[in-house]
C-alpha cells in the first residue's frame, strides 16, 4: 500500500509527478486556446461587406462622392446628454446648415443588438435633436443629411456616452 509520504515526498520527484506537470501545463494552454476560440466565434464577425469584388467596383464612384462632400467643408458636432442625441452641423463659413433632413444611425461600433435609425428635428438652435436613449460606452453615428430628396452629405462619427 501507497503511503502519503511516499507520493508527496519532496526529495523525490518521479514519473507520476511529471506526469501531473505535464498534464496541468497542455491541460491550462488547452483550455486557454478554446475559451479564446469560443470568444472569437461567438462575438462580432468582421464582416464589413458581403462581396468586396462588388464594392470594389464602386470605389471611383465612391471616391468621387466623397471628394464632393469634403468640398463642401461641412462640420459636424454631435453631442448626448439626458437622453437627447444632438448635431450641430456648421458650413465652411460656420453658419448653420438648415432645411435638411438629417438621418442618424446609431449603433455600437462592434454589436449590432443596439442598432437603430430615427429622423433627426430641427432645433431651435439651429441644430438637430433626436431622443433615444443610449447606455454608457462607445457609439457610432452615421449621419445622412438630405437637401430635396437627394444625400448632400454623411459622415460615420464616433462618440463616448458617461456612465
Known amino acids: 500500500m501507497l503511503s502519503l509520504k511516499r507520493v508527496f515526498n519532496p526529495e ?22 478554446m475559451f479564446l476560440a469560443f470568444s472569437a466565434g461567438s ?15 464602386h470605389f471611383n464612384a465612391k471616391s468621387a462622392e466623397y471628394q464632393r ?24 463659413a460656420g453658419d448653420p446648415v438648415q432645411q435638411s433632413e438629417v438621418t442618424v444611425g446609431l449603433g455600437r461600433p462592434v454589436h449590432e443588438g443596439d442598432d437603430r435609425s430615427l429622423q433627426m428635428q430641427p432645433s431651435d438652435a439651429g441644430g ?24 448632400a452629405w454623411s ?8 456612465s
Open 155 to 162: 459622415r460615420i462619427i464616433r462618440f463616448e456616452v458617461e
Open 12 to 33: 523525490e520527484f518521479t514519473g507520476w509527478h511529471m506526469f501531473g506537470v505535464m498534464c496541468l501545463f497542455f491541460g491550462t494552454i488547452i483550455s486557454v486556446n
Open 69 to 92: 462632400q469634403a468640398e463642401l467643408g461641412w462640420h459636424a458636432e454631435t453631442g448626448y446628454s439626458d437622453g437627447v442625441f444632438s448635431l450641430a452641423l456648421t458650413d465652411v
Open 43 to 57: 462575438t462580432w464577425t468582421g464582416l464589413v461587406v458581403q462581396n468586396t469584388y462588388v464594392e470594389s467596383q
Open 128 to 151: 438637430y435633436t433626436v431622443e433615444t436613449d443610449l447606455g454608457p460606452g462607445v457609439w457610432e453615428a452615421e449621419l445622412i443629411v438630405s437637401q430635396y430628396g437627394i444625400v
